[in-house]
């Protein structure tokens, strides 16, 4: 059986945002076990699953990511919406849109240090979907 469950979140500033507790919080019954899976319905911003007890590594990865895929980056064609907008889907690509963690007795099995973040690569955001999946 799945089943679905929708959340918005943000807007955003650009960076890296822990969404762990919004994202459960939306979930109301959890199964025994299964799978949790979570999607991102958006080309310019991703998820990912990361260490959330030192906010130096968020600006850690935002330091990276931006040295990946730079604004004004020459040769770069698809800038219909300005200069963040195709490093903004480079980003999208590398962080992935999908993050799934199985679930056991009843709950996430996240690891002690680990946090879903939604990683915002626009300098303007709009409001995220997400599309949570329960799958027992």
Same mark, same amino acid.
């Given at each position: 059986?799945?089943?679905?469950y929708?959340? @918005?979140?943000?807007?955003?500033?650009?960076?890296?945002?822990?969404?762990? !507790?919004?994202?459960?919080?939306?979930? @109301?019954?959890? +199964?025994?076990?299964?799978v949790?899976?979570?999607?991102?319905?958006?080309? @310019?911003?991703?998820? /990912?699953? !990361?260490?959330?007890?030192? +906010?130096?590594?968020?600006? *850690?990865? #935002?330091?990276?990511?931006d040295?990946?895929? +730079?604004?004004?980056?020459?040769?770069?064609?698809?800038? *219909? #919406?300005?200069? *963040?907008d195709?490093?903004?889907?480079i980003?999208?690509?590398l962080?992935? @849109?999908?993050?799934?963690?199985? &679930?056991? *007795?009843?709950? +996430?099995?996240?690891?002690?240090?680990?946090?879903?973040?939604? /990683?915002?690569?626009?300098? !303007?955001?709009?409001?995220?979907k997400?599309?949570?999946? &329960?799958? #027992?």
């Amino acid at each position: 059986m799945v089943t679905h469950y929708t959340l @918005s979140v943000g807007p955003f500033k650009r960076g890296f945002h822990l969404i762990t !507790n919004d994202v459960f919080k939306v979930v @109301s019954q959890w +199964p025994d076990h299964g799978v949790f899976q979570l999607f991102i319905q958006h080309t @310019s911003a991703g998820i /990912c699953i !990361n260490e959330h007890a030192d +906010p130096a590594v968020r600006v *850690d990865f #935002e330091l990276f990511f931006d040295r990946l895929a +730079p604004e004004h980056l020459p040769g770069i064609q698809h800038n *219909d #919406e300005g200069p *963040d907008d195709m490093p903004a889907h480079i980003k999208s690509v590398l962080s992935g @849109s999908t993050v799934s963690i199985p &679930i056991i *007795d009843g709950r +996430p099995a996240l690891g002690t240090w680990q946090g879903i973040f939604l /990683c915002e690569f626009r300098t !303007n955001a709009t409001r995220r979907k997400l599309i949570i999946s &329960i799958i #027992e």
